[in-house]
């Protein structure tokens, strides 16, 4: 090795090596601890298709659609590559919220890397923000609206709301100025902080160690016997070389993972951004799926609850967790609180999500086989058509969700029941959210009203 | 390549205090230079207040007294492509009493694209459920406010449509939209 002596004796490269790849890491260090590695290999994955698709995007309103539909129709390996930087990017939020799962019950954000941890959650931040800025780029429905939707919930926060989401759109509306922002965002801003923030972070995994599992006599570490404790740790360790064929091998298998997914699902291009569209149903990225679906649960003057607080406050707190949580005590078993909070909150954030992803058809276009129904029904089922009710109540999986399912609703209510209810639903039920129907024609309430009770 | 201690020189206090305030000062200085304008660059144009351009909805006549109406504004002037609005649906309501009511087309809860059922005379947002009736009061559903309106007048025979204010419970207009 020629080379390699010549640079060791100008800059000592040898030493600089050994002190990397040789050292110890703590004992029990597993496969839990690749996930770190992983989001690492995940986000370079980004970083260079995000370059690749550079070469032929153009970040405007007239072109954006169209380089698209270029890059995935008519680009060697285009497909392939678009849908690569599609689902590493779903990748990288599972497992950057998977590593900061593993940090968070192994407690390894306490003393001495608090600091790690600050730098870990700003970063779950900044690919969050990715997400957002980068499914503007292409332009197309779910782009447009998902945009306009997060602007609108950026207007809700107190005070400063109106302000940030004019800044984020450049302008009143979501237009051209918007997309050229996202894109500037997307593709130098956040990348520019990623990479700072990751060169933060993994400067002080090297310096500080690898945070030793907790295990034995390292479920409890008190501040002055850390240093101590985690030398024996080490001593009983193997070298960090030993442990990245771990970190290769999930890189590896990851590649192959979002590879086939690439092949198999590719990425979505719907049609071309309307801003005047009336039959479009915005939907997020599953990612912000326990976001959307927390709008269910505080509706009226309540929403800025879902929209601002308890994101906000929810980010504000990991952030802060290890200023929070100072206890000696690491092994999960010792910290029933924290376990207690933490599985709770990743129960609902998964709960949120399953209901985002199982949402029913979107609202107001049900269209149930009519053909079986008698005269009688059919002239019910169009009054329930045509009157929107599918916009908030299901009929055998189709509709809304905002109302309960009518699937059976026969053999729960009688017709009188039923008529009543719908005509006038404060009378029945005083504080019902259904809106009544005092001008719809008895004839129309009734064939409706039978219609709903044949369904058993 | 040795970090040896001989390579370290610890300056007398007053020395080192003078030198870091100089540095911050420097800093200071560079930070301004490039952040005023440059804050100012990214910021300005987002925030700057526009009189709104008024838009042209259509012909009076095509809207039929006591119906609602999809239409596309289309802006009296093609400006330059910075400041180019994108294209925007509205609701007209023309009432019985000859005068107009033009809703935005976007739910006030989170932003999603309303639509008009006119069998229910009703709108419809297809995210959360909201519900408006045809005054854009809110019926059913999460929405704080009944739907936003743009101003309008009428011009030889023209209707336009000017800027988006916001209603309360009662209709009251209670703000600008984009103030």
Known sequence: ????????????????????????????????????????????????????????????????????????????????????????????????????????????????????????????????????????????????????????????????????????KGGPDVGVK?????????????????????????????????????????????????RERYEESKAEGHTFLEHMVRDGMVALALLVLASWLALRYGAPLEEIADPTTTTYVPRPEWYFYFLFELLWLFPGQWTVVATFWIPTLGFLFLLLLPFLDRGPERSPRLRPVALAIGSGVVAGVLFLTYQGATAPAPPGRASVETARLSPELRKGREVYEAQGCAACHMIAGEGGAAGPDLSKIGSVRDLDWLKRFIKDPQAVKPGSPMPDSKELPEESLSAMAQYLVSLK | MSNGTSEVMPLPPSRRRFITVALGAISGAIAAILGVPLAGFFALPA?????????????????????????????????VWPEEAPKMAVFVSRKADGSFEIFHSHCT???????????????????????????????????????????????????????????????????????
Not at chain 1, 183 to 194: D, K, M, N, V, W
Not at chain 2, 54 to 76: C, D, M, N, R, T
């Open chain 1, 1 to 168: 090795m020629k080379l390699g002596d010549w640079l060791d004796e100008r800059l000592s490269t040898r030493q600089l090596a050994r002190a990397f790849f040789d050292r110890r890491i703590p004992k029990a260090v597993g496969w839990l601890h690749t996930l770190g590695s992983a989001t690492l290999f995940l986000l370079l994955v980004q970083i260079l298709t995000g370059i690749f698709l550079s070469f032929y995007y153009v970040p405007s309103a007239e072109q954006a659609y169209g380089s698209v539909e270029y890059i995935t129709k008519e680009v060697p390996f285009g497909s392939y590559v678009r849908g690569l930087h599609r689902w590493s990017a779903s990748l990288v939020i599972i497992f950057a919220v998977l590593h900061l799962l593993r940090v968070f019950f192994t407690g390894a954000y306490k003393y001495p890397r608090e600091a790690s941890w600050v730098v870990g959650v700003l970063l779950l931040g900044v690919i969050f923000a990715f997400g957002f800025t980068g499914y503007l780029l292409p332009w197309d429905q779910k782009a447009y609206w998902a945009t306009v939707v997060g602007t609108h919930i950026a207007e809700t926060a107190p005070g400063i709301g109106d302000l940030v989401a004019r800044l984020l």
């Open chain 2, 109 to 179: 809860h989170v932003g999603c694209p309303i639509n008009w059922n006119p069998g229910a005379q009703r709108f419809f947002s297809p995210c959360h459920g909201g519900v408006f009736d045809q005054d854009g009061r809110v019926l059913a559903g999460p929405p704080p406010r009944p739907l936003d309106r743009h101003e309008w007048k009428v011009e030889r025979g023209v209707l336009y449509a000017g800027p988006i204010y916001l209603v309360n419970d009662r209709l009251e207009r209670v703000g600008h939209y984009h103030a």
């Open chain 1, 178 to 226: 918007t997309l050229g922002r996202f894109y500037a965002f997307h593709a130098l801003f956040l990348p520019t902080i990623l990479i700072l923030l990751v060169a933060l972070h993994l400067f002080m995994v090297i310096r500080q160690g690898i945070a030793p599992p907790p295990v034995g006599r390292l479920a409890v570490i008190r501040k002055d016997e850390y």
């Open chain 2, 47 to 79: 925030v700057r207040r526009r009189d709104f351009d008024w838009a042209e909805v259509g012909l009076v006549e095509q809207f039929k007294s006591g119906e609602i109406s999809l239409a596309i504004l289309k802006p009296l002037k093609r400006p």
